[in-house]
């Protein structure tokens, strides 16, 4: 297993400005994912942070509103850019293990745009 | 649109009785996956099965794998209110490694 952290656990953010979101795992890591999940809601992928590389995009989702950076094995960062109110979700980040295909998902993040 | 369908999307259990939830896909899965989600937490994994036809239990949780690899079922027997969350299946889609999670069964448990 993985432990994952996320900074911050929650804010609440004006439209229009961004908002970075940290995801820190205790140990290297191949695999690290961006999930959204909107309330009662099941999870929905964002994309995949790919290590020295530019992230992998799930339809609907653009490098422009979600800049995603992975610097390497045991960090990456999800920005929300340009926050409207349909942004406000809870945003998790989660890894996946080079022995096992499992995922270990970090506390999320709680984004309410106003 | 989403891979793997689960149902039902709400279970309403009195304490101590027994239910099930279903994970369905419309294509053969390398492997299944089960998620549990309390009220305000994150998924946090419970188990992988990969074997056509596979069972696995922990404790009064009884997980199974369908023979055709395209349905699984989550059996809890005893209900407790520990029980209470959001049950996700999660399945890799085809020919990736990315997962297809289903929408999850939301268990509320009646003292």
């Known amino acids: 297993s993985a432990v994952i952290s996320q900074k911050p656990s929650r804010d609440i953010c004006q439209r229009g400005t961004s908002l970075t979101i940290q995801c820190q795992v205790d140990s290297q890591v191949t695999m690290m994912f961006w999930y959204r999940q909107q309330p009662g809601q099941s999870l929905t992928l964002i994309a995949t942070?790919?290590?020295?590389?530019?992230?992998?995009?799930e339809s609907g989702f653009v490098i422009d509103k979600f800049p995603i950076s992975r610097p390497n094995l045991t960090f990456s960062t999800l920005t929300v850019s340009n926050m409207s109110p349909e942004d406000s979700s809870i945003y998790l980040c989660?890894?996946?293990?080079?022995?096992?295909?499992?995922?270990?998902f970090g506390p999320g993040t709680r984004l309410t745009v106003t | 649109g989403q891979q793997v369908m689960q149902i039902p999307q709400y279970q309403h259990v009195q304490e101590g009785e027994d239910f099930t939830t279903y994970c369905n896909s419309s294509?053969?899965?390398?492997?299944i996956q089960w998620y549990k989600q309390r009220p305000g937490g994150h998924p946090v994994f419970l188990i992988q099965?990969?074997?056509?036809?596979e069972v696995k239990k922990q404790k009064r949780l009884t997980f199974q794998f369908g023979e055709a690899k395209k349905n699984s079922s989550l059996h809890i027997t005893a209900t407790q209110t520990t029980d209470v969350g959001t049950y996700f299946c999660?399945?890799?889609?085809?020919?990736?490694?990315?997962?297809?999670f289903g929408a999850g069964t939301t268990v509320t448990v009646r003292a």
């Open positions: 294509t053969t899965l390398s492997n």
């Open positions: 942070a790919n290590q020295g590389s530019e992230a992998t995009y």
């Open positions: 989660s890894v996946e293990t080079a022995s096992s295909y499992e995922q270990y």
């Open positions: 999660a399945g890799p889609l085809p020919n990736d490694y990315k997962l297809s």
């Open positions: 099965l990969v074997k056509s036809g």
